[in-house]
């Protein structure tokens, strides 16, 4: 018998044994042993059930998601961390490399830290003193108390600075509060106190450009004041002592440039009060181009807008300067009425007045000529956009066009509205709440 006819008779063998119901365990075969068990049956549900930890072995989502959060902080901040030196290695500017550094972990935090904010939110501060936009955000000032909210409405910092007549200087993403006729001021980020500053001499007035360096104002012996510029990192980098002749500075505002800066000054000649307006470089030492106005105008607010246009609000008009040359380049009297209140733009300007015993809104283009006048009676202040005008009136919010024609009203306020700020979202503030102005 040869080896095909042996196979044949072992297979026959086999399936006889098949028949008979006693198969053997294992079959020889030319390539090995084949093992040949009866499938058992699969039972899904306990697999899946294997698959799941036990109850006491779950952990609850809430850790690890902070914990996810604290790893993409860290890669974050380093990854800030690498850009600041080597933006300081090819600037040589490690101070302003520092104070990015800074700022940029500000933001990854205020980021990161979003998901509990929300609108409308409540300050705390029922009769805010000042109310400014901030990164996005908003800084709000009350007799007392300072608060910040990020962009996602989100309260990041608070503070106390403990002063009798407090007033805010708002920069990029920094703020400086200091103590009107007192000698202290407090900076702070969007996060933390950063410096508190003491002088020798009472602090006039204060202001912060948008990459947050600081000019301070003080009282000076034999000249009319001084007038000290600090970086970001609170480093002196330019000062300037104001004579009798130029005046006294009472408003101070930063070129888009933040290395130039426009002084208004008050100064007494021939019996009457005369403004000017120095406009100023921090790398010169030299005496910049100046503007005088009329004779008796106060200015009330200075605006530096671009490299050619810069905007002096006065009591009796408005105009538009040249920093370049100190020339005025438009003008808008007011014929006698009463300003009200202001909000100077690049290409529109909103101005509340009151013309012969009510309130008007009055609309000027980029060379303050008028487009419309119409009557406010009810408005007690205006806030402004480059599209839209929003006028704050008893228990609501009227929003109009530079064209004059009312787009709606907002009059579900809870209370009188007593600010209204253009951050992220546009915000009004009554009473201690802010939300979203919308239609």
């Known amino acids: 018998m040869n080896k095909a006819d042996r196979e044949r008779l072992e297979r026959r063998k086999r399936m006889l044994a098949r028949e008979q119901g006693s198969l053997p365990d294992a079959i020889p075969g030319t390539s090995g042993d084949i093992g040949l068990r009866t499938p058992k049956p699969i039972k899904r549900r306990a697999a899946a059930d294997a698959k799941q930890p036990p109850a006491e072995n779950v952990k609850p989502l809430e850790p690890l998601y902070k914990q996810r959060q604290r790893r993409r902080m860290a890669f974050v901040t380093v990854v800030i961390v690498v850009l600041a030196l080597l933006l300081a290695g090819l600037t040589g500017t490690l101070s302003a490399s520092i104070a990015l550094l800074a700022d940029s972990v500000d933001s990854a935090k205020l980021y990161l830290n979003r998901s509990g904010g929300g609108w409308p939110v409540n300050t705390g501060i029922s009769d805010p003193l000042q109310v400014e936009e901030l990164s996005g955000g908003f800084v709000e000032l009350g007799s007392s108390d300072a608060v910040v909210y990020s962009p996602y409405g989100v309260k990041s910092f608070a503070m106390q600075p403990g002063y009798a007549r407090p007033v805010l200087a708002v920069g990029g993403t920094h703020f400086a509060v200091y103590n009107r006729a007192g000698n202290e001021l407090t900076v702070a980020s969007r996060t933390a106190k950063l410096y508190t500053q003491t002088f020798d001499d009472s602090i006039l007035l204060c202001a912060m450009s948008n990459n947050n360096s600081l000019a301070v104002v003080t009282e000076f012996s034999r000249y009319t004041a001084l007038l000290r510029v600090y970086d970001a990192s609170m480093h002196q980098t330019y000062s300037w002592k104001t004579t009798q002749t130029q005046g006294t500075p009472i408003a101070v505002d930063f070129s888009p440039d933040n290395r130039r800066f426009a002084v208004g000054t008050l100064a007494a000649r021939q019996g009457q009060l005369q403004c000017g307006i120095y406009f100023m470089d921090t790398a ?5 181009v100046a503007y005088k106005a009329s004779q008796g105008s106060m200015l009330l607010k200075l605006d530096w807008q671009t490299e050619s246009r810069a905007v002096a609000v006065f009591d009796s008009y408005i105009a538009v300067l040249d ?8 003008r808008y009297d007011f014929g006698g009425a009463t300003l009200q209140s202001a909000a100077p ?74 600010a209204v700020i253009n951050a992220r979202e546009t915000l009004v503030f009554t009473g201690t709440r802010a939300e979203i102005l919308h239609e």
């Open 345 to 418: 733009g690049r290409r529109q300007t909103a101005l509340l007045l009151n013309i012969r015993g009510g309130n008007s809104l009055v609309t000027l283009d980029d060379s303050l000529t008028p487009m419309a006048e119409i009557p406010a009676r009810q408005a007690y202040g205006i806030s402004a956009t480059d599209t839209d005008i929003y006028l704050l009136c008893a228990g609501e919010v009227e929003c109009y066009g530079y064209d004059g024609v009312r787009k709606w009203t907002r009059s579900d306020l809870s209370s009188r509205p007593l």
């Open 284 to 288: 010169s030492e030299e005496e910049g």
């Open 323 to 330: 920093p370049r040359t100190g020339a005025e380049v438009y």
